[in-house]
Every structure is written in C-alpha cells, then in structure tokens.
C-alpha cells in the first residue's frame, strides 16, 4: 500500500491541490485550509455545496502572500492582514472561531462567486475541517464508484489499495503515525466536477443505497496524527502497533 496521491486546499473549498509532498503535525496537514471565505450577512462559512464553483479556485499560500487565481483570468497575490475582527459560529456541532482578513481577495472571489464575501484566516489548525484532521480515501474504492479523479473526495491521502484500513489503525505514512478513526460522513460536494463547477454526477444516491449507519453516507476514513513528520507521494503505507 503507498500513497497514491496527496492533496490540500490552501483556501477551503477551493481547488483540492495535489501535492508532492506534505508536512503532518498534530493539527493536521500544514497549509490545509488555512483560509475561508465568510458569508458577512450570515455570519458563517460559505458552504461549497451551495456555491459549487468555489472549486474552480486555485490557492497558494508561501507563508506570506495568498495567491487566488479564477478562470476568469483574474490572479491576486497579497499578504492578508488582519482586521482584529474574529467571528464564532457553530461549525458541525462545536464552536468554530475566524479572524476576518483585510484584502484584494474578497472583492476578487465575491465577483467570481457572484455575491459578497469576506477573507477569513482560521486561529488554529483545524478550525474549518469537519472530522479528523487527516483524511483517507482509497483508489479501488473510488473505481467502484465509476470515479477517476481523486480530487473530488478532497482526501488527504489517496492510498494504492483495495481497502481502506479498519478504524483503530495505525499506520506508519512516510515519516508520520496516524490512527484511524472512524468513517467519513459525506455531503453532496463529492459530486462536484472539478473541471467545471457543475453537479454531474450521483455519487451520494450511490452511497445512499449501501448498507450504511442511520443518517450517515460514508466514504473513506478520517484519521488523528499520533507521531509528526513529512509523508511525500509514493511513500509506503504500513500498519503498525505503535511508535
């Protein structure tokens, strides 16, 4: 088993990026979702499934400038810089917390997304991702569903395997140890075409009709990172009893 591929959005819900290489530490995969972009009417996240050309988004971020690229043509590269605002919301059943940005950014995506939005950077790692802070899909299990590219499951970890691992697990990834930890719940935003923006396939009414927990459409397993360290693209994946 080796990892097939590695992906991130820098921006959450933009384009899910491959990498060829990714840092792990006990918050997750350095540089994922570092930035959001907030409904200021609502006071909450956009949600990617109710503006699905978010995903035609390309993000970059070198530690310093943000870089927003849209197929319109448009490419702004600036430094963020905060307001002092920070807005809490309830994110998936637990208190999420932002500081808004001041920025050429908002005024760019807005227009993209044809509605007004403001630039938002997470105070800690984690803040905006819905499970674990690692996720795991696996590539027979995404060719079962007709599927041929990865980036629509927006997995951490694209593993060259039949299976995903049981929940417990854990595995040795690159330099890293993670543990397994349960299914992943899905939404509707895996049947978003990367390419376009557009719904186009039915992949959830697929998950629908599988045996399945009460209220819940899994795919793929979410995992916590146990041992820090850098996992690159082609690095075997073990199970392993500890570090």
């Known amino acids: 088993m080796r990892v097939s591929r590695i ?32 409904d200021p009417t609502e006071g909450r996240v956009l949600r990617t499934v109710e503006h699905p050309r978010l ?40 208190e999420a917390r932002v500081e808004l940005q001041d920025s050429p950014h908002a005024e760019q995506l807005g227009d993209h997304l044809g509605r007004s939005v403001r630039l938002a950077r997470v105070t800690r790692p984690g803040e905006v991702v819905y499970a674990g802070s690692v996720s795991l899909v ?25 299976r995903l691992p049981e929940p417990g697990t854990q595995l040795a990834v690159g330099e890293a140890l993670i543990r397994v930890r349960s299914m992943l719940p899905r939404c509707r935003v895996i049947d978003i075409n990367t390419g376009t923006g557009t719904m186009d396939t039915r992949h959830l009414a697929t998950l629908a009709g599988r045996p399945r927990p009460v209220g819940e459409l899994p795919f793929g397993l979410d995992a916590e990172v146990l041992v820090p360290g850098t996992v690159h693209t082609g690095d075997p994946v073990s199970a392993t009893t500890g570090p």
């Open 138 to 162: 696996s590539t027979g299990e995404i060719a079962e569903l007709g599927e041929t590219d990865p980036a629509r499951f927006r997995a951490t970890f694209t593993l060259d395997s039949a």
């Open 7 to 38: 992906g991130l959005a820098v921006l959450k819900g933009a384009r899910h990026a491959a990498q060829t290489s990714v840092r792990l530490e006990q918050g997750g995969p350095v540089g994922d979702r570092l930035f959001c972009l907030v």
């Open 55 to 94: 995903v035609l988004v390309e993000a970059g971020w070198d530690g310093t400038a943000l870089t927003t690229t849209t197929p319109e043509g448009g490419v702004v590269a600036a430094a963020p810089r905060p307001t002092g605002e920070q807005l809490a919301f309830e994110y998936w059943g637990r």
